[in-house]
């Protein structure tokens, strides 16, 4: 017991500064971290029914709708009248949301060059191996 409570103290201090370091890459919006994983789940200009979106995002369409909900709201998507027998409403992101992404997208790029060009080359190389396992290990089990 007392091992997987130190896994868990490592599991926590990481989530705790990774979280942290995203914060600093939001492009200073006040978004949800649902919502910033939510931008990057649309295909650009391309409207897509909130199922794609969920499938794209891998939460249950009713997460979804609450996610498009707030992102309609805020003028970061859109979405469109149905047209067609489905009558299926879809939703894509605004000028305004991908400019979001862009930016959040371009500061996680310079965040990750800031931390990677730090990093001895061995410790690039643990890192590396690291992350692999650990996402092999999650993709296992999920």
């Known amino acids: 017991m007392k091992e997987f409570q130190s896994d868990i103290q490592i599991m926590e201090n990481f ?16 978004l949800s971290v649902s919502q910033i994983k939510a931008l990057f789940a649309f295909n650009d200009g391309q409207y897509l029914s909130r199922k794609e979106l969920a499938d794209n995002l891998g939460v249950k369409i009713s997460r979804m709708n609450t996610i498009a909900d707030s992102l309609i709201k805020d003028g970061i998507a859109e979405c469109t ?18 400019n979001i992404r862009e930016q959040i997208a371009a500061n996680r790029r310079k965040l990750a060059e800031i931390i990677y060009v730090r990093l001895s080359d061995k410790d690039k190389v643990a890192l590396q191996k690291s992350l692999d396992a650990a996402f092999k290990i999650l993709k296992k089990i999920s």
Request: charged residues 30%; aromatic residues 2%.
């Open 15 to 30: 989530e705790h500064i990774y979280t942290q370091k995203l914060d600093d890459t939001t492009a200073g919006s006040d």
């Open 81 to 98: 009248q149905p047209k067609d027998k489905s009558n299926q409403v879809k939703v894509r992101l605004t000028p305004q949301g991908k």
